[in-house]
C-alpha cells in the first residue's frame, strides 16, 4: 500500500487535501492526515491558534469535515444573561427612540 493511501472497512481511498484559509493567513494551508494509535489525526498549524487540550467539536457532511471549538451551552447563558443585565443597566434614551422617516426598497430588477 502506497503512503498517501489509506484503508478503511476493506476498501482503500485516497485522502483529500482542501485548502484552508484564514484570517491571519492568505495563502491555503495543506497538511495530512497521519496514524496515531488506532485514529487518524491531522496537524493544526500554529496559525489555526486553538490550543492545546481544548474540547472541539467535530462534524462531516460529504466529504467534508468540519472542526469548531466546543461550546459551553451554559457558560452561553451566562454571558448572555451578563449581557442582558448590562444593558438594562445602561437603561433606555432619556429621550426615547428617535422616529425615523418610513423606507421602502426599491426595485432591483433581476434579483
Known sequence: MQ????????ETCRPIVYPVYTPSMTK??????????????VRL???FAIPADV????????NTVTLRIARDPEEEKRQLLQLLADLEAIGRPADGVQ??????MPERPGL
Open 3 to 10: 503512503r498517501d493511501q489509506l484503508k478503511t472497512a476493506g
Open 28 to 41: 491555503p494551508v495543506h497538511t495530512r492526515t497521519f496514524k496515531s494509535g488506532n485514529s487518524v489525526a
Open 45 to 47: 498549524p500554529k496559525g
Open 55 to 62: 474540547e472541539v467539536e467535530l462534524e462531516k457532511s460529504g
Open 99 to 104: 422616529p425615523r422617516p418610513d423606507f421602502e
